[in-house]
């Protein structure tokens, strides 16, 4: 979760939030707070992602899940994809940041370490493009 505070009312958060198609694996809510923060021209906005699924190791995304739902983002666009980006480019988006080399906030080590086997293997069957090399 996090807090949002926008100048004016925060509607387009709210709106952003409830246009999202829904996912089989979370739900995403906003809602407004009733208290005051650091200015008062400002709404707080509070944004949660209510897993279905507990996570048994200390909140942190389960390699069955985070795996998919890398597979599932990057398939997107693969076909309008011009690069394959090194994984050391992709790491602060994969496993959100910050992040260290094998894991990060939300992924521990396996989890991460399997995310970047997948992904390597993606990028290196030439489906995104040819590898950047810079």
Same mark, same amino acid.
């Given at each position: +979760?996090?807090?949002?505070?926008? !100048? /004016?009312? /925060?509607?387009?958060?709210?709106?952003?939030?409830?246009? =999202? $198609?829904? #996912?089989?694996?979370?739900?995403?809510?906003? $809602?407004?707070?009733?208290?005051?923060? !650091?200015?008062? /021209?400002?709404?707080?906005?509070?944004?949660?992602?209510?897993?279905?699924?507990?996570?048994?190791?200390? #909140?942190?995304?389960?390699?069955?899940?985070?795996?998919?739902?890398?597979?599932?983002?990057? =398939?997107?666009?693969? #076909?309008? +994809?011009?690069?394959?980006?090194?994984?050391?480019?992709?790491?602060? !988006?994969?496993? /959100?940041?910050?992040? *260290?080399?094998?894991?990060?906030?939300?992924?521990?080590? $396996?989890?991460? =370490?399997?995310?970047?086997?997948? !992904?390597?293997?993606?990028?290196?069957? *030439? =489906?995104?493009?040819?590898?950047?090399?810079?």
């Amino acid at each position: +979760a996090f807090v949002s505070c926008p !100048y /004016g009312d /925060g509607l387009e958060i709210i709106e952003s939030v409830e246009a =999202m $198609e829904p #996912h089989p694996c979370a739900t995403i809510t906003a $809602e407004r707070l009733d208290v005051p923060f !650091y200015n008062s /021209g400002t709404t707080p906005i509070l944004v949660r992602c209510n897993w279905h699924e507990a996570f048994p190791e200390r #909140h942190m995304v389960p390699k069955k899940l985070a795996v998919p739902l890398m597979i599932q983002q990057e =398939m997107r666009m693969w #076909h309008r +994809a011009e690069i394959g980006e090194r994984w050391d480019t992709m790491r602060p !988006y994969l496993l /959100g940041d910050p992040h *260290g080399s094998r894991s990060s906030l939300f992924v521990n080590q $396996e989890t991460a =370490m399997a995310m970047k086997r997948v !992904y390597t293997a993606m990028v290196e069957s *030439g =489906m995104f493009g040819p590898l950047r090399m810079d």
